[in-house]
């Protein structure tokens, strides 16, 4: 089954962290671009970071020194770790893949949300 999987969200105080982890099936995971989107209520989707097959990384400006995109090949597993979270990190997160000459994602998974809240 053509798959992806996330876990980890929930609720953090302010200044936590959490790790989300991406697991992915059906798809050949070393190959592909993975990628964290998140939405928050009443505003527009927005991508936070995504990791080429390389490991080569980009982020949002709004998450850069805060939060770090790795991948386990051997595993399927991409995971986002967070630090320092602030209220408006409060967002349903969506981990997505796209193939080598893929522009959008390929493949979405179904979410999870976090919310940051003292």
Request: proline share 4%; aromatic share 8%.
């Amino acid at each position: 089954q053509v798959q992806l999987v996330e876990s980890g969200g929930g609720l953090v105080q302010p200044g936590g962290s959490l790790r989300l982890s991406c697991t992915a099936s059906g798809i050949v995971f070393r190959v592909a671009k993975i990628g964290w989107y998140r939405q928050a209520p009443g505003k527009e989707r927005e991508l936070v970071a995504e990791i080429s097959s390389g490991g080569i990384t980009t982020y949002a400006e709004s998450v850069k020194g805060r939060f770090t995109l790795s991948r386990d090949n051997g595993k399927n597993t991409a995971y986002l770790q967070m630090n320092g979270m602030k209220p408006e990190d409060t967002a349903v997160y969506y981990c997505t893949s796209r193939g080598p000459l893929s522009i959008r994602p390929d493949l979405w998974g179904q979410g999870t949300q976090v919310t940051v809240s003292s």
